[in-house]
């Protein structure tokens, strides 16, 4: 029994051995026979194709920036003392020359009136003195030391007219006004009663009017902008409402503070109570518009050489077409001036076998 089993076990490996072989065999045969001996037939080729475009193109320069007021003011008492007004808060509407606040005017108003009692000290002293010698300078006897009193005499006069301006100037700074019209956005101490220094009681006014978008060119566009030129501006806080403005300025100097040679663009804005200083935001500039171009996708564009090209689907077979090519829209779109028709199939991705 032990050897008929020896016997059956090694025909049986032997067939199996066998029937592997002959599979392998069979299927390097088939494969021969696919690439070899019948060498018309390959597999399908397939291309992603796109026919140009006719459409409205233009070619843009994005900014970042924030929102900011050309006319705004930080004012400021000259002086310490009492705060005892304030006429206006925060969010009120001012005029231009409106007062805001006010210092105690007690001892200014004291000082002042000492310095008129003064002033009409001298001006009688003036006169008598003038009154003493008018006859001899009538009759033009006056010796140098006479000349000199009377001079001393106008002197002193004028000099206490210059010391009543003083006092009633140091009245009038006294009371904080605004020099724009506008909004007080920030006021340190809005309740009077209260002892404060020049530094610690800052009134901010802000003219709404005057907002304006301040963007950030790199020194490598700066030759491509230029006053007047349209501009689209959307901020985060409104991205579905565009803004539209044209560039109004544009910085002699470069911005501090920012890495890079930078300057500031201001593109200033139409009154709006959506708008507030600060918000951040886009600015795209239109550089270049053209209309109803012939525009393919700037990836079917390659670049050899200094020699643009994109690859025409002609038949089967993929073509090498040198073209022309324009300005370049922020969608990835660019003009084609030459080389190609509406009719073409641009190929815009790698063929792949079937």
Do not use: C
């Not at 299927?27 to 018309?40: D, E, S, T």
């Amino acid at each position: 029994m032990s050897v008929f089993r020896r016997l059956f076990t090694a025909l049986l490996r032997h067939w199996i051995r066998n029937v592997i072989l002959t599979l392998v065999l069979l299927a390097a045969f088939f494969l021969a026979y696919q690439n070899r001996l019948l060498p018309g037939i390959k597999p399908t080729v397939t291309y992603k194709t796109i026919n140009p475009v006719v459409k409205d193109i233009r070619e843009t320069l994005s900014l970042s920036g924030s929102v900011a007021a050309d006319e705004q003011a930080i004012l400021r008492f000259q002086s310490s003392g009492l705060l005892t007004w304030v006429g206006v808060k925060e969010g009120d509407l001012v005029k231009k020359g409106q007062a805001l606040a006010s210092l105690d005017k007690r001892q200014l108003q004291k000082d002042l009136q000492k310095e008129l009692n003064d002033f009409l000290n001298e001006h009688t002293d003036f006169d008598q003195t003038q009154d003493d010698y008018r006859s001899r300078r009538d009759a033009l006897i006056l010796t140098d030391a006479m000349k000199r009193i009377l001079d001393k005499a106008q002197y002193d006069l004028n000099n206490s007219v210059i010391d009543v301006e003083i006092k009633d100037l140091a009245l009038k700074l006294a009371t904080i006004t605004t020099p724009i019209a506008g909004v007080v956005t920030h006021i340190d101490t809005p309740n009077p009663g209260i002892n404060i220094t020049p530094a610690g009681a800052e009134f901010h006014v802000v003219n709404p009017d005057s907002l304006y978008f301040s963007g950030e060119l790199d020194e490598t566009d700066i030759a491509s902008v230029s006053l007047g030129q349209s501009v689209e501006i959307t901020l985060d806080a409104f991205p579905d409402q565009p803004l539209l403005s044209t560039v109004s300025r544009i910085s002699f100097t470069p911005m501090s503070g920012v890495t890079g040679t930078v300057y500031e663009v201001k593109i200033f804005l139409s009154p709006d109570p959506r708008l507030k200083v600060g918000l951040n935001g886009d600015a795209s500039i239109i550089l270049k518009t053209k209309s109803q171009v012939l525009t393919v996708p700037e990836s079917a564009i390659s670049i050899s050489a200094n020699e643009s090209s994109v690859q025409v689907l002609a038949g089967d077979k993929s073509q090498r077409r040198v073209v022309t090519t324009g300005i370049v829209d922020n969608d990835g779109n660019i003009e084609v001036l030459s080389g190609l028709s509406e009719s073409d199939l641009v190929i815009i991705s790698n063929g792949s076998k079937k």
